[in-house]
């Protein structure tokens, strides 16, 4: 994902996997609320764009405050569309899929 080809209110995802065969994706949930300038990690520079979204989790205690996260250019790198969610979630069943076959 590109900062560019983000859009405020929407939803992105992010997939990890807990083990190296890539067959069991854990699914983060982010909307997309805007941008800030926030001191940065680059010791050759002071501020940084940061993309601030709100992380939703499958379950919200009553007790649940907001959850806002900044991302570095290169953290939203590594968001999905929900087009490129389903373009990953295909290719975790053609894994499993293979994984069956060879056990």
């Known amino acids: 994902m590109e900062p560019d080809d983000l859009e405020e209110g929407q939803y992105y995802f992010q997939v990890t996997y807990p083990e190296s065969t890539l067959t069991r994706p ?29 992380h939703h989790p499958t379950y919200k205690y009553e007790a649940f405050e907001e959850n806002r996260i900044a991302y570095t250019l290169e953290q939203v790198r ?26």
């Open 26 to 54: 854990i699914i983060g949930s982010y909307e997309y609320i805007g941008t800030e300038e926030l001191e940065s990690d680059d010791p050759e520079k002071e501020w940084e764009t940061h993309y601030i979204f709100e």
């Open 78 to 103: 590594h968001l999905s569309s929900i087009t490129g969610l389903r373009q990953e979630l295909a290719e975790v069943l053609k894994r499993q899929a293979d994984e069956e076959k060879h056990s």
